[in-house]
């Protein structure tokens, strides 16, 4: 297998048995539909994900885990069996699996009898995977940052590929093991995928899969994200994952949270979305301050103060009072008035 470079998306794989995806901004080469066999019986893929044998997988490969990737692999057996349970991964489900790494999790996810989409940034993982699956049918490797990547397109052109194949879907599941700090973007990317995503599993720090399910408003940690999260998606914390599941082993422990995209239809109604998330991050920026005070650089602080009483709200309210529908109201108001 040959790897070619292309400047902003990575590298592709090719090989004479690829045959490529076009999407409007992004070229994904993925494995041709064949009729062989899966290799099971040799190779990493279809080893155990113990500590010990993720280690030798990466010395096989001449490499080490990578700080700056957050590279904590998942060698915990029983924990990768319980996510791909919790997701309820069926035959023909279609999944992206962001960030797969050693493939730990995405054995788990082709045994279960998924089409598994892998998007990994790393150079000698993303060869190492795209090589352990060379021979299965089921697995594409896209060699890129997730965060660089039209993951709509992607999505949408695997879809439409598969339009007349076995899979079971017409929309498809994420799933991620990420670094802790590409978290949020991550969030801010995936969940207003509704319409081409019905589930996101993500694996979190304990405390920011806490903040990003329980606060709501009036609790301390109530922030823009929470907004965010809950006019897209209904969160869910799944459970608690030790630490000394990964290796190397970090320094808090993890926690699983299911996200249900809400699709356009099911979403409070919003004429410009982009605008109004700059009224909530700006809200937000000033949480304590009044909102006739932390609005002012977009909206006149008598408009503010007006748009208050007329949903009912009192003109001393602030950013960390406010619910979902609340902030929704307040911008609807004040953009048909300006
Ligand atoms: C915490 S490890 C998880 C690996 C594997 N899923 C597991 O559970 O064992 C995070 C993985 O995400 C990859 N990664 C980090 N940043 C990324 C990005 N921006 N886009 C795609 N993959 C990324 C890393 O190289 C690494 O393989």
Same mark, same amino acid.
């Given at each position: 297998?040959a ?5 902003g998306?990575g590298r ?8 490529c995806?076009?999407?409007s901004s992004v070229q994904?080469?993925c494995?041709?539909?064949?009729d062989r066999?899966l290799?099971r019986?040799?190779?990493?893929l279809?080893?155990?994900?113990s ?12 490499t080490?885990p990578?700080k700056?990737?957050?590279q904590n692999f ?5 924990l990768?069996?319980?996510i791909?349970r919790e997701a ?6 279609v999944?992206?699996e ?5 493939g730990?999790l995405?054995r788990?996810?082709?045994q ?10 790393d150079?000698t993982?993303?060869?190492g995977l795209a090589q352990?699956c ?6 594409t490797m ?5 965060l ?6 992607v999505?949408?052109?695997?879809l ?10 017409r ?6 093991? $990420?670094p ?8 801010? #990317?995936v969940?207003? =995928?509704g &319409?081409?995503?019905s589930l996101?599993?993500?694996m ?5 899969a806490?903040?990003?399910v329980?606060?709501g408003p ?7 994200m929470?907004?965010?999260?809950n006019?897209?998606?209904l969160p869910?914390?799944e459970?608690?994952?030790d630490k000394s599941s ?5 320094s808090?422990d993890g926690a699983?949270?299911?996200f249900r995209?809400?699709?356009q239809a099911?979403r409070l109604?919003m004429s410009?979305e982009a605008t109004f998330?700059?009224?909530?991050d ?5 949480r ?6 932390s609005?002012q650089? $977009? ?5 503010v103060?007006?748009t208050? #009483?007329?949903?009912g =709200?009192? &003109?001393?309210?602030?950013a960390q009072d406010?619910?979902?529908a609340?902030f929704v109201?307040?911008?609807?108001n004040?953009t048909s008035?300006?």
């Amino acid at each position: 297998m040959a790897l070619t470079s292309r400047p902003g998306v990575g590298r592709l794989y090719r090989s004479s048995n690829l045959h490529c995806l076009r999407a409007s901004s992004v070229q994904v080469t993925c494995l041709a539909p064949s009729d062989r066999p899966l290799v099971r019986e040799a190779g990493w893929l279809w080893k155990q994900s113990s500590t010990s044998d993720t280690q030798a997988y990466l010395r096989t490969q001449k490499t080490r885990p990578k700080k700056s990737l957050g590279q904590n692999f998942v060698v915990n057996d029983e924990l990768l069996a319980a996510i791909v349970r919790e997701a309820h991964i069926q035959p023909g489900d279609v999944v992206f699996e962001i960030g797969p790494g050693t493939g730990n999790l995405t054995r788990y996810l082709l045994q279960a009898g998924a089409e598994v989409t892998a998007i990994e940034k790393d150079d000698t993982l993303a060869a190492g995977l795209a090589q352990a699956c060379a021979q299965e049918p089921k697995f594409t490797m896209v060699h890129a940052d997730v965060l660089a990547l039209d993951l709509q397109a992607v999505i949408a052109a695997c879809l439409a590929q598969k339009q007349h194949t076995r899979a079971r879907s017409r929309k498809v599941k994420i799933i991620a093991n $990420l670094p802790y700090y590409i978290t949020k973007d991550c969030l801010r #990317q995936v969940l207003p =995928l509704g &319409d081409s995503v019905s589930l996101v599993y993500l694996m979190l720090q304990e405390e920011a899969a806490q903040r990003l399910v329980v606060e709501g408003p009036g609790t301390p940690h109530y922030r823009a994200m929470n907004v965010f999260v809950n006019f897209y998606s209904l969160p869910r914390y799944e459970f608690r994952v030790d630490k000394s599941s990964y290796h190397p082993q970090p320094s808090v422990d993890g926690a699983l949270v299911r996200f249900r995209l809400l699709p356009q239809a099911e979403r409070l109604p919003m004429s410009a979305e982009a605008t109004f998330w700059r009224m909530v991050d700006q809200a937000f920026a000033e949480r304590r301050k009044m909102l006739r005070n932390s609005l002012q650089s $977009l909206y006149e602080g008598a408009l503010v103060t007006a748009t208050l #009483q007329r949903i009912g =709200l009192p &003109d001393t309210a602030r950013a960390q009072d406010l619910s979902v529908a609340q902030f929704v109201a307040l911008f609807q108001n004040l953009t048909s008035q300006t």
